[in-house]
């Protein structure tokens, strides 16, 4: 469920003032209102009061009228008549037996706001006013009290939307600096002048991008790297076929066959070296219990006819019966490329043994050769991809080691080079803790 | 005409060696860059072949040591350093020309025919002293009317002739611009070549100048 932020605080800051301002209007034109027609009856009270000391008089009374309708104490629209009783010809709808108090009455025509002050012994004085004008009066009045209020609402209805729009400002801008993003190489967000509320947000976002700027450099590495590894066997496979062309004989041709054997031979094990660190790379299938020490002789006898070949004595060294939980394929993996690496570079008569063992932090599957060692400031490169020793005869892909430290990663363990103790030799260490 | 290529890659070296010798080139293959060094040293080789990438001596350091002792001999880089910065320098380290593996060896072999005819201060494609034309790249001699074909070392023979008409060779010299190390050299392998070429061009072509070696005869 997708929910604009700034619509919704809109919606609701709107109607939240809204409501309120309705309550305050209503409430305040109605007090207003009230108060407006109190105010008009205490003007009949006080009229009859003023107008008492010429009540025995019923010519000053009319001329009170008068100067009540003329002398603008009240505008003639107010239409207020007197009457003293007895004396003034009142008219037929007031009898002669009201009560003294106020009080409304209906004269058939319109209603009116009757006063009456004093008994039937002394003499009345009566004021009328009718109620259309009162009522008229009062709304005006009210509606009045209104005018600032009625005004104040587009403001505020502006105002918050200005105010919610100007708070999500940064937010809008952090998306559409982020639409702008170059996608192969995103460059972290500045985090200055943001809310504290999103500082957090931001840094995360940061934090993600370094680490998919670390991966696609690698990866971009990587391509490059492979492209240009590439280039050597592509090269030899050209001129080796070029060269078949040329050839004299049907005898040279054949002699000529070879060498692009051999040349197709080492650009599918490139191939697939690659396509091994891809798929290692790219993930691994379910840990379950490996027997090491199963997987170890099975490697063994595997490698057992190159070794004899090379007059290379290859063995076990098994200090105590291993078996962790790994992904089995990227196991086997690390161990034979780490075999491969040594047998390649022990020379003949030397010895490759693998040794397995485990302390206390974990379990520890060695290989061990008796070769000519690497230097120190080498010992991290070789896990480089592509990467050749210096001197070594340019063979092979460079690529077996950093297979193999890329799938040790994967299996949460860790892959190191030693040199060998005591002896000359390298020590290939794979370690995984335990329960990892 | 004597190759010297620089290779660590054991087979393209096995290949380009292949197809240079096809072309009728001594060829003289090392794979690092110190014994580069110390066979550039020697002088013997016209044209040379490097790689950059090359373990013990970097290709681009022993292109600048050739160049700072005075060998003029032209330089052909192969590499797979494609960047144009790579080109640029390995340029201006002195090399003549700068080829990206993967490379087409009829444009190495077009290229090293380019570089060693201008070496010899010639721009047109075809060699000649007047009397005879060469043609490197089909490897056929006219003179007169008479266009022929030349076996491998017959060309070679008189391509190292041709390149500086009016000067003598001498037998070893002649020897050594035809055969690479690792050839047995008969010791009148010389005299049968030349045989073999007045045969197909006339006798006229080489003059033998008694006691000192061959020449062809300079243009007038």
């Given amino acids: 469920m997708k929910r604009s932020l700034k619509r919704h605080l809109s919606l609701v800051l709107g109607s ?128 009045r009290t209104l005018i600032p209020l009625l005004l104040l609402l587009p403001i505020l209805a502006w105002l918050i939307l200005r105010i919610v729009r100007s708070e999500l400002a940064p937010i809008t801008q952090l998306s559409s600096s982020l639409d702008e993003q170059p996608a192969d190489r995103p460059q972290p967000i500045a985090d200055d002048g943001l809310p504290d509320e999103i500082t957090p947000f931001v840094h995360a976002i940061n934090r993600l991008l370094d680490r998919v700027n670390l991966l696609m450099g690698q990866q971009r590495r990587f391509i490059a790297d492979a492209a240009h590894e590439l280039r050597s066997p592509l090269t030899a496979l050209s001129v080796q076929a070029e060269n078949l062309m040329h050839a004299g004989s049907l005898d040279a041709m054949r002699e000529r066959v070879i060498p692009l054997q051999n040349g197709i031979e080492r650009a599918r094990q490139l191939t697939e070296q690659l396509l091994n660190l891809a798929r290692t790379q790219a993930g691994m299938n379910e840990n379950s219990e490996v027997n090491i020490s199963a997987m170890a002789r099975e490697l063994i006898a595997e490698y057992l006819p190159l070794a004899e070949a090379r007059h290379i004595d290859l063995g076990l060294d098994e200090i105590v019966p291993l078996s962790i939980r790994a992904a089995p394929d990227a196991l086997r993996l690390i161990l034979k490329n780490a075999l491969d690496n040594a047998m390649k570079y022990t020379q003949e008569g030397g010895e490759v043994t693998i040794r397995l063992l485990s302390d206390e932090s974990g379990a520890i599957i060695e290989i061990v050769d008796n070769g000519p060692g690497i230097p120190v400031s080498e010992s991290e490169r070789v896990f480089d991809s592509f990467y050749q020793m210096p001197g070594s005869a340019g063979e092979g892909s460079g690529l077996g080691l950093a297979i193999a430290k890329e799938a040790a990663i994967r299996l949460g363990g860790v892959l190191s080079l030693h040199e060998r103790q005591g002896n000359s030799g390298l020590v290939l260490r794979y370690r995984q803790a335990h329960d990892s | 005409m004597r190759i010297l290529l620089i290779e660590d890659d054991q087979m393209i070296g096995a290949a380009v060696s292949v197809a240079l010798k096809d072309a009728a080139y001594a060829v003289d293959w090392v794979k690092d860059g110190m014994t580069a060094c110390s066979v550039l040293e020697l002088g013997e080789h016209q044209a040379v072949l490097l790689d950059l990438g090359l373990p013990k001596r970097d290709g681009l350091e022993v292109l600048r040591l050739l160049r700072q002792r005075g060998n003029t001999a032209p330089v052909i880089v192969i590499t797979a350093r494609d960047g144009v910065g790579d080109r640029i320098k390995g340029l201006d380290y002195g090399a003549d020309d700068y080829l990206v593996k993967p490379f087409d060896v009829n444009e190495l072999l077009a290229r090293l025919r380019a570089v060693i005819r201008r070496q010899g201060g010639q721009a047109e494609p075809t060699l000649t002293n007047g009397k005879v034309m060469l043609d490197p790249a089909s490897h056929e001699a006219q003179s007169g009317n008479a266009v022929v074909m030349l076996s491998s070392r017959e060309f070679s023979l008189l391509h190292a002739l041709l390149l500086r008409p009016g000067a003598i060779l001498t037998r070893s010299e002649l020897e050594e611009r035809i055969y690479g190390w690792n050839e047995e050299v008969e010791s009148n392998a010389v005299d049968f070549l030349i045989h073999a070429v007045r045969k197909k061009l006339g006798a006229a072509v080489i003059k033998n100048v008694r006691g000192a070696g061959w020449m062809v005869e300079k243009s007038i």
């Fill in chain 1, 16 to 143: 939240a003032i809204l409501i309120s301002g309705l309550v305050a209007t209503v409430a305040s034109f109605g007090l207003a209102y009230f108060e407006a027609k109190e105010l008009q009856d205490d003007m009949l009270r006080q009229i009859a009061i003023l107008s008492l000391g010429n009540s025995t008089d019923s010519a000053t009374s009319t001329s009170l009228q008068r100067d009540l309708n003329n002398d603008g104490i009240s505008d003639p629209e107010s239409r207020i008549m007197i009457f003293h009783l007895p004396g003034d010809t009142a008219h037929a709808w007031l009898q002669r037996d009201l009560s003294p108090g106020l009080r409304t009455m209906d004269t058939g025509t319109e209603r009116m706001r009757v006063f009456v002050r004093g008994g039937q012994l002394e003499g009345r004085t009566i004021v009328v006013q009718p109620t259309e004008v009162r009522d008229e009066i009062a709304i005006n009045s009210a509606l």
